[in-house]
């Protein structure tokens, strides 16, 4: 996009309706000019725009800063501030606006978006760490005069699942987990698919497979290698898979699959230090959920196919969200959850032995 030019015309109903829910907030008995944000999404229409007032000290940051201290907020109690102040304004919709902005902000800040900011009939493409003196906008309402810092904030339609990563790691990771699926395949079904990038048979092949006149077939490194991702899958299943339903009722009140709880799959693997990606590879490819890659194998040297698959990861919610110490609960739970089960399991499998060593009924 170029610019933005949105706009709602002086004496018009849109204006009219405009001003009854509270725009501009400027604050009663304020002396000098009030300074106002707005903030849309794209081609948001200014109608359903997110506005208040910022403080005088506030001119003096730059964008970024206004949006990290007096928009996400240093912590919660800081937040409920902000709602009560929206609250005040008379604009029943501003908190929900609000609750959906601090989730895309956060997420720009820890780097899973890529956003693009403008100032809306001003410049295009600014940097988030220009100061707001730079872009504030004067303005006359009935209300009076104003300061306005018009922000336009524009994203991607789609979320980057490698944004953890660097472009060398992730071209190193893709090597590994293609090679991993054909050795599955190799030892699933005796036989590799027809592949057009022979590179990777050649790699293959000098740690690997062994080429022979009947064809190819594992090594013992490659049997072992098998192996082991089968240990580590099981390992993922049975410790983490539960904190895909995660509910948390209260900061100490927290249960497991119960149909309607959080995905927190991925932060804990991060918190725990897992790597997501291959926890989510090995896992997937354990279950039989990427089979259906053979149904046209060219799909397999795409990174789509990759994006699809850890689509999850962008999507999931961060740290800064959850909150550090109801995340470190959480994972606690989860570890006390698994210890139960396995000292349950132990006591059924000497129970067992007892029922046929003393053949009791």
């Known amino acids: 996009m170029e610019s933005y030019q949105k706009t709602i015309e002086p004496g018009s109903f849109e204006e009219k309706f405009y001003r009854a829910i509270g725009f501009p907030p400027v604050p009663e008995d304020f002396e000098g000019i009030p300074l106002i944000l707005r903030i849309t999404l794209g081609n948001m229409d200014l109608l359903d725009s997110f506005y208040m007032d910022l403080p005088d000290s506030a001119s003096d940051l730059s964008v970024w800063e206004v949006l990290e201290r007096y928009f996400l907020c240093h912590d919660k109690k800081d937040q409920r501030k902000v709602k009560q102040r929206l609250i005040d304004i008379g604009n029943p919709d501003l908190l929900e606006v609000y609750e959906n902005l601090i989730k895309l902000l956060t997420l720009i800040r820890a780097g899973k978006l890529d956003a693009t900011y403008y100032i809306n009939n001003g410049q295009a493409r600014i940097s988030p760490d220009d100061p707001i003196s730079r872009h504030q906008q004067l303005q006359f309402s009935k209300a009076g005069s104003y ?53 990777i048979i050649d790699d293959l092949i000098s740690q690997s497979l062994i080429d022979n006149e009947d064809g190819y077939c594992l090594t013992s490194a490659a049997d072992d290698l098998l192996k082991s991702i089968i240990n580590e899958a099981e390992f993922y299943i049975i410790n983490f898979d539960f904190y895909g339903d995660v509910y948390i009722r209260k900061v100490d009140e ?16 991060i918190k725990t230090g897992n790597d997501p990606y291959r926890a989510l590879f090995i896992s997937s490819l354990y279950l039989g959920s990427l089979d259906y890659i053979l149904s046209d194998i060219d799909s397999l040297f795409s ?3 990759f994006r699809d698959m850890f689509s999850i990861i962008p999507a999931s919610p961060v740290v800064d969200e959850i909150g550090e ?18 000292i349950a399991e132990e006591r059924n499998r000497r129970f067992e032995i007892l029922k046929q060593k003393y053949d009791l009924e």
């Open 147 to 199: 300061y306005l810092l018009d922000l336009v904030i524009e994203i991607p339609d789609k979320m980057d699942p490698f944004y953890l990563l660097s472009q060398q790691q992730k071209d190193i990771m893709l090597k590994e987990f293609r090679q991993i699926f054909l050795l599955y395949v190799m030892d699933k079904f005796g036989k590799l698919p027809e592949l057009k990038e022979d590179a």
């Open 254 to 269: 927290i249960y497991f699959n119960t149909g309607h709880g959080e995905n927190l799959l991925v932060p804990v693997f």
């Open 303 to 305: 990174d789509d196919t």
């Open 325 to 342: 110490h109801v995340l470190e609960n959480v994972i606690t739970e989860g570890k006390l959850m698994v210890h139960r089960q396995k």
